[in-house]
């Protein structure tokens, strides 16, 4: 998947696509995930060492069923992907989740890539029938890129989850 967008220094035209991410990627995956800003709202801890990543690239990332990196001109500037439960009621239902570095945001990449991803989850996961996101109420970013997307607002789960040191309410 190919969209062109301006690049983190403005202006320069990016062409975006998604690959799975690699070890080799680590250094690039540095850049995002030590970023704060780009992880407050991610259920994983800012990364504060090189070792961080490379857990999250080997343990989170290489494993996972369909997560992808998100790419600028070849290297990884965010990740986005579909989790599904292992079995059970749940196996119908995935979850959407995105993180993109601050320097790429506002400028319709991860609308672009969401809106990218969705039909492709639905075509590669055997017996997906929901996509869904569960975004903090104080996250009205990504709340629009859902309903940008055609994602509909159900409602607010009230004090749903612990998240970076407090309990918040999440939109779903």
């Not at 975006?16 to 992880?39: F, G, H, K, N, Y």
């Not at 997906?128 to 994602?151: D, H, P, T, W, Y």
Request: hydrophobic share 40%; aromatic share 8%; charged share 25%.
């Amino acid at each position: 998947m190919d969209v062109e967008g301006e690049g983190a220094g403005g202006g320069e035209p990016i062409s975006i696509s998604l690959r799975p991410l690699q070890l080799t990627d680590v250094d690039d995956v540095l850049q995002w995930t030590t970023d704060p800003q780009a992880s407050e709202f991610c259920l994983w801890d800012t990364h504060t060492c090189r070792e961080d990543a490379v857990a999250f690239i080997r343990d989170f990332a290489i494993p996972h069923p369909w997560c992808r990196a998100i790419c600028a001109n070849g290297r990884p500037i965010g990740s986005i992907s579909v989790s599904i439960a292992a079995g059970g009621a749940e196996r119908c239902r995935g979850e959407i989740g995105y993180v993109l570095s601050p320097g790429y945001w506002g400028k319709g990449i991860t609308t672009s890539v969401v809106r990218s991803v969705a039909p492709a989850a639905f075509r590669e996961l055997p017996g997906l029938e929901r996509i869904q996101g569960l975004v903090a109420s104080e996250n009205i970013a990504s709340q629009r890129v859902l309903e940008k997307c055609g994602f509909q607002k159900e409602g607010l789960l009230r004090k749903y989850m612990f998240l970076k040191g407090r309990v918040r309410d999440i939109v779903v």
